[in-house]
T-cell receptor
């Protein structure tokens, strides 16, 4: 079955360490996205990529970095510069149609202490 | 700037008690309005896309409607398994990503 796989489901890190969240999709979608979700807040866009080797900052990109070397993969690195990294991170993808719905993975919950 | 406001923040219903969730939006040209369902600890699950005022879509006990300023998600005779957070999002003419509201947390009790 096609879908989006995020791993790991839970991730724990010490403050000051960089950490990379994995996102893989086998839906043959061109566009991929990273959102952050905090309690009581909507999903906020971190980065998005419409094609391989190209990506754009979203509303809250500071302290994050991404790469898009393969169509199937869009890893997110949470750097030590991110002031409040503890959150639920969601990866999504969609095909070229700009009216197409996003398909989401099941998220990674990152806890930084 | 696009804005999406969902109300109420939380809603508690008895099983069988129909109600509606609201999504008000301000956007510079609407390309689509999307409804998602999210269960705790999971990613959002797509429900509906609405493109123009007057459009309606249905799926089981859910019906989504759209006007020029807001969308409603009507839940008819809900069951406990309908308990979830319902998210509304808009895609504008100039945007490449969905802009989400904060969601409505629905609890349906037996």
């Amino acid at each position: 079955d096609g879908g989006i796989t995020q791993s790991p489901k839970y991730l724990f890190r010490k403050e000051g360490q960089n950490v990379t969240l994995s996102c893989e999709q086998n839906l043959n979608h061109d566009a991929m996205y990273w959102y952050r979700q905090d309690p009581g807040q909507g999903l906020r866009l971190i980065y998005y990529s419409q094609i391989v080797n190209d990506f754009q900052k979203g509303d809250i990109a500071e302290g994050y970095s991404v790469s898009r070397e393969k169509k199937e993969s869009f890893p997110l690195t949470v750097t030590s510069a991110q002031k409040n990294p503890t959150a639920f991170y969601l990866c999504a993808s969609t095909d070229r149609g700009r009216k197409s719905p996003l398909h989401f993975g099941n998220g990674t919950r990152l806890t930084v202490t | 700037e696009d804005q999406v406001t969902q109300s109420p923040e939380a809603l508690r219903l008895q099983e069988g008690e129909s109600s509606s969730l609201n999504c008000s939006y301000t956007v510079s040209g609407l390309r689509g309005l999307f409804w998602y369902r999210q269960d705790p600890g999971k990613g959002p699950e797509f429900l509906f896309t609405l493109y123009s005022a007057g459009e309606e879509k249905e799926k089981e006990r859910l019906k989504a409607t759209l006007t020029k300023k807001e969308s409603f998600l009507h839940i008819t005779a809900p069951k406990p398994e309908d308990s979830a957070t319902y998210l509304c999002a808009v895609l504008s003419n100039s945007g490449y990503a969905l802009n989400f509201g904060k969601g409505t947390s629905l609890l349906v009790t037996p």
